[in-house]
């Protein structure tokens, strides 16, 4: 059973026990007192409502009120549409492709390719990024230091960012970032 449906019948269940109390209470206190039974009625309402706001939150924390809590491994073609690339690069391999956000997204791509396949690929995004060995994060041999789309892609990416490392194999160890604001 789905979260949603089980909230649902929670809610369900606590209106049908709110309406009995509500009956019940009602009943009792018109044989005690006058106007009582309007006092138990409300407190049971408010039990109950307090009672569903606790669960709502409690399943809202479980599960992330923005959607999932870390990132979500998805399709590496999505990551190319994001930043308006035609494709993958050619001969990618060892890509694993994630994506976290919810209004946000941050699309990362680690992989590997050829340093020629690299520079294909990135020449086909807007403003034609040039791979460069100038403004690298310490340790990585080839980058592109961060690209703005401006205007955005229009896959929705702002930004993107490529970090690589040459291996003794001659491929480029790279992680490929992309994300919007």
């Known amino acids: 059973m789905s979260t949603s449906a089980a909230l649902m019948i929670g809610v369900a269940v606590s209106a049908l026990v709110a309406l009995a109390t509500i009956v019940v209470g009602g009943l009792r206190a018109h044989r005690l007192q006058r106007g009582v039974g309007w006092y138990v009625a409300s407190g049971a309402v408010l039990a109950v409502t307090f009672a569903i706001t606790v669960a709502v939150v409690a399943s809202g924390l479980r599960q992330g009120f923005l959607g999932a809590s870390g990132p979500q491994e998805v399709a590496c073609e999505q990551v190319a549409t994001f930043v308006d690339a035609p494709g993958l690069p050619s001969g990618l391999s060892e890509a694993h492709c ?11 791509m680690p992989g590997t390719v050829t340093p020629a396949d690299a520079s294909l690929w990135l020449a086909q995004l807007p403003g034609n990024p040039i791979l460069t060995s100038q403004g690298c994060t310490a340790g990585e041999t080839t980058c592109i230091p961060q690209v703005r789309f401006d205007p955005r892609a229009k896959g929705g990416a702002d930004f993107a960012d490529f970090q690589a490392h040459l291996r003794s194999d001659g491929r480029l160890e790279f992680t490929f970032t992309a994300l919007n604001t």
Do not use: A, E, N, Y
């Open 98 to 108: 994630t994506r976290t956000g919810f209004q946000d997204s941050h699309d990362v």
